[in-house]
């Protein structure tokens, strides 16, 4: 009987410490090639994250109609009374926690007066959630205290959703919001910095490789992390 020797290799931190956790995760090609790809910041909602925010919002207004009722009133948003059933044909009233699931699949009969999008009504929910208020209430009783912990817990859930989609916003527990990660002129001064850097390694490697000396001294601009 022959004996296999399976040989593991552990990932330095060294090397960890590249893959950021707003980037998309490297292909073994980058990795290779010590190309690990930039952060990509997305101000709406990608297709990436869209299905998963359906999921979330699904759940958070669960049992919450009076929060959902809150939110839509809020954010004026208005639908049609009642929608026909099949195969009846009867009709039946639409709640707010529906229309609000309805607005995040991309129903265009939910609709508001103002310039809604649904980072907007994201951040309603999380603002107005009565959990929030539970947290304060001098009764403290332990299905309050279980309410508000399974609300903190759901809100880390999207809080990782956000950053492993490479969402700009995150979530803010202490304002009880979105709020943007970097400013986008730091974000955009960052790539530019990058960019300059790479452009000097590549000018100054050319010339290694093409055995010339010179005097000339290449500035290389020193980078910050890269903003999260």
Not at 4 to 9: A, G, S
Not at 41 to 58: A, G, I, K, N
Not at 197 to 225: E, F, K, M, V, Y
């Amino acid at each position: 009987m022959s004996v296999q020797t399976i040989t593991v290799l552990f990932v330095t931190d060294e090397v960890q410490s590249h893959s950021d956790p707003l980037a998309p995760y490297p292909t073994l090609a980058e990795r290779d090639a010590g190309q690990m790809p930039e952060p990509e910041l997305y101000e709406d909602v990608p297709p990436h994250l869209d299905v998963h925010l359906q999921s979330w919002v699904t759940r958070a207004l669960k049992e919450q109609e009076s929060l959902a009722r809150s939110v839509a009133n809020r954010c004026r948003m208005t639908w049609p009374a009642a929608v026909p059933t099949k195969p009846s044909g009867t009709f039946r009233r639409i709640a707010s926690g529906e229309a609000i699931a309805r607005f995040f699949r991309g129903d265009e009969s939910v609709a508001s007066t103002r310039m809604l999008d649904r980072l907007t009504v994201l951040d309603a929910i999380i603002n107005l959630h009565p959990a929030w208020e539970e947290r304060h209430d001098p009764t403290d009783i332990w299905f309050e205290r279980d309410r508000y912990r399974e609300w903190i817990n759901l809100l880390a859930e999207l809080n990782d959703l956000l950053r492993d989609c490479g969402s700009a916003w995150y979530v803010d527990g202490e304002f009880r919001g979105l709020y943007r990660r970097v400013d986008p002129t730091a974000t955009q001064a960052w790539r530019q910095a990058r960019q300059c850097a790479d452009d000097a390694g590549r000018n100054l490697a050319s010339r290694r490789r093409r055995g010339r000396r010179s005097t000339d001294s290449i500035q290389i601009p020193a980078l910050a992390t890269p903003p999260q």
